[in-house]
């Protein structure tokens, strides 16, 4: 079942006021554009919020198609994510049916989820700090919207990027300058499978760090648009002032053993009915 993005009070940065905005009351407001946003990643939401445990996970879950799982009992690292914009404008990205119809390459078509997907978003990576050996996550697609207020600003705006949108139903996706976007840990694709059912090596026990990028630099392949370029060359999808401070490092601890209800610090919260995802 689609469910929107929670607001966890778990966080503490959600103003109380927020659970009655709705989108036509956002969309009543202007977009900032007068400057130039900034993205980061608020590495302490991460801190806050990742669970391993056991799940099963069902074939008809978009993120076991999208991500090659084998469907079953799977053991995971479950996580949240949080990418604020600090900037001094908006991330204004809009409509995504009008990008398709423009056919400027920003979105692709994620048929599973019978939607479009953001391109380079962000990139989440398990890393091994003794060896570097890298493993994937399962998220693959994405949807911008001011779903928090950022944990540094005491007095944001009202939130004006409220709807992802799907074929033929207009979206308005962005980040305000002052408010944040976060995946909680609960929602479709934000894990890692760490017991090879995804076709990758088992990750052993031990520490390791999840790597989280914002806005990455890629090489485009070809068809794909570089509608940014950084300093040393590489290609962004989004403008922004700053791509040095796009990287966050959490450091997670990978149990032998993670018991009934889990290790770290979300555990013993409820394991997700279905696949809530992004909305």
């Known amino acids: 079942m689609r469910t929107k993005k929670i607001v966890v009070a778990a966080l503490g940065v959600v103003a109380a006021a927020l659970a009655g905005l709705g989108a036509a009351q956002a969309l009543d407001k202007e977009p ?14 991460t801190a806050n919020q990742w669970v391993v445990r056991d ?13 090659g799982i084998t469907p079953g009992l799977r053991r995971l690292v479950r996580f949240t994510v949080m990418t604020p914009n600090i900037g001094d404008a908006d991330i204004n990205v809009g409509d995504p049916n009008e990008h398709v119809a423009a056919n400027d390459g920003l ?15 962000t990139t989440y990576e398990l890393v091994d700090p003794a060896t570097g050996y890298v493993w994937r ?10 779903t928090d207020p950022n944990h540094m600003n005491i007095s ?7 709807s992802c949108g799907a074929i033929d139903v207009p979206g308005n996706q962005g980040i305000s300058a ?14 890692f499978v760490l017991d090879g059912g995804d076709g990758q090596p088992v990750v052993p026990p031990g520490d390791y760090v999840i ?7 890629f090489h485009p392949t070809a068809g794909e648009p570089c509608p940014h370029v950084d300093a040393v060359g590489m290609c962004h999808m989004l403008p ?33 009915k279905g696949e809530p995802i992004e909305e």
């Open 55 to 67: 799940e099963r996970l069902d074939a008809s879950f978009c993120s076991v198609e999208e991500g």
């Open 178 to 191: 002052s408010w944040a976007d976060t995946y909680r840990f609960f929602l479709g694709g934000q894990y």
């Open 240 to 272: 922004e002032s700053d791509y040095t401070n796009n990287v966050g490092v959490v450091p997670i601890t990978i149990p032998a053993h993670p018991g009934k209800s889990g290790v770290g610090p979300a555990a013993d919260d409820p394991q997700p």
């Open 107 to 121: 979105f692709e078509f994620a048929s599973c989820h019978q939607h479009y997907h953001f391109r380079h978003y």
């Open 211 to 217: 790597r989280i990028t914002v806005d990455p630099p």
């Open 32 to 45: 900032d554009l007068e400057g130039t946003p900034d993205l980061i990643v608020y590495e302490q939401a």
């Open 137 to 146: 996550a399962a998220k693959r697609g994405f949807c911008m919207l001011d």
């Open 156 to 162: 944001p705006k009202s939130p004006y990027y409220r």
